[in-house]
């Protein structure tokens, strides 16, 4: 079977759609996989070829502002222009938001289920995951254990369809780890230290901006 | 001061809206944008200020000054154009990185504490129901982002019909 999978994080180096796909790997191993990088591609024809004539295509991708970020979305848009060589394509899809509910990709899953319908491809399931930017900290841990537990089940029910070409409810999952933990540590573990090695003072990231040029 | 965020070019734009209120912010394509890379400098380098070169890295202060915003998108799949969509990616400076619980769900702390006024108006000629109830809700979501507390949003197949929608800019 052919799978390509489309990485729709608009960051070139390392992301959390990065470290999914990874975490996806193992379980669909055995089968033809070309993968891109939305970011890194430059529309060219051999490029959009394998896509088209693939059997499975499964978008990873962050959520921004509540949907599909704009370098995604005019990916998306491209490829509809170009159509499929195949007909019978499923899509399968593992949205990732910084917000701590899952819950809040349902959104994006349902643009991407418009855009199927639209290019005439089979919706297979989308696998929305909350707390995206916490992930990379557990990547160490084994899927299905400790916070990545409720992660590695929902991934492998995932595969299970796209092995299998079947249609699955969706599925929205947030680590297993509690919420309120999750906000003090945001702030303590990570936008903190950022700043802080940027050089800046906690207030300062408060700030206004005063001057509009 | 009104924005009004736009997809249209200059030649569908100028017949529609020949007179703008000169308090009016125009946010159109120029074709210079770039796509947000999820770099978080808006927020942990230069907080409030995107950090990409180009003329559309301050929207988070344009905002700021929002007490109506008007957008005016082709309708993709629920979701708006590329061009619309990018500039509300490029707009979350105008919110903190700190999160907040709102009605049981974590959103963004917001930098500004301008009440904004929100009128979205999706055009296209094939938009399916469904694409408009995901349209729908994108909407809502995003008021509840940007703390709106006032929002329409219409539907129209052709330019000449949206015209008729968009009130006074």
């Known amino acids: 079977m052919k799978i390509c999978i489309i990485n729709g994080s608009p960051k070139a180096g390392k992301s959390t759609s990065g470290l999914l796909i990874g975490y996806l790997m193992p379980f669909i191993k055995g ?25 499975v295509l499964i978008f990873a991708f962050p959520l921004y ?5 704009s370098a995604l979305l005019r990916f998306l848009i491209e490829l509809q222009k170009r159509g499929f060589k195949n007909k019978n394509i499923n899509v399968y899809c593992i949205i990732n938001n910084g917000f701590y ?19 005439g491809l089979a919706y297979g399931q989308t696998l929305g995951i909350g707390a995206g930017e916490m992930l990379p900290f557990f990547k160490d841990i084994p899927l299905g254990h400790g916070p990545n537990k409720s992660i590695g089940i929902a991934i492998q029910k995932l595969c299970q369809n796209i092995l299998s070409l079947n249609q699955g409810e969706d599925l929205f999952i947030s680590p297993d780890w509690p919420r309120f933990l999750w906000k003090i540590q945001a702030s303590l573990c990570f ?16 700030m206004f901006v005063t001057n509009c040029t | 001061m009104n924005i009004l965020i736009h997809d249209l070019s200059n030649e569908q734009f100028q017949p529609l809206f020949p007179r703008i209120d000169k308090d009016t912010c125009i946010i159109s394509d120029t074709g210079t944008i770039r796509h947000c890379t999820g770099c978080f400098g808006c927020w942990i380098k230069t907080p409030g200020k995107c950090v990409l070169k180009d003329e559309y890295n301050n929207m988070g ?17 629920g979701c708006y154009s590329p061009f619309v969509k990018n500039v509300l990616d490029r707009s979350i400076p105008w919110m ?22 929100l009128a979205v108006h999706f055009y296209g000629e094939n938009t399916t129901e469904e694409e408009k109830e995901t349209a729908g809700k994108l909407v809502k979501a995003n008021c509840i982002n940007f703390y709106v507390k006032n929002y329409e949003i219409s539907f129209s197949k052709s330019l000449e019909e949206l015209c008729g929608k968009v009130s006074a800019i």
């Open chain 2, 61 to 77: 202060k344009i905002l700021s000054k929002a007490e109506k915003v008007t957008i005016i998108s082709k309708c993709f799949y």
């Open chain 1, 65 to 69: 502002i509540d949907s599909i970020n």
């Open chain 1, 31 to 55: 089968n033809e996989i070309i993968t891109y990088n939305v970011c890194k591609m430059d529309f060219s024809q051999i490029q959009f070829s394998p896509i088209q004539s693939s059997d």
């Open chain 1, 191 to 206: 936008w903190y230290p950022r700043a802080k090695k940027n050089g800046l003072k906690i207030k300062k990231l408060k």
């Open chain 1, 101 to 119: 509910e899952g819950r809040q990709n349902h959104i994006a899953a349902s643009i991407m289920q418009n855009w199927c319908k639209a290019a």
């Open chain 2, 96 to 117: 903190l990185p700190f999160f907040k619980i709102k009605n049981n769900e974590t959103h963004h702390k917001r930098r500004y504490k301008n009440n904004i006024q």
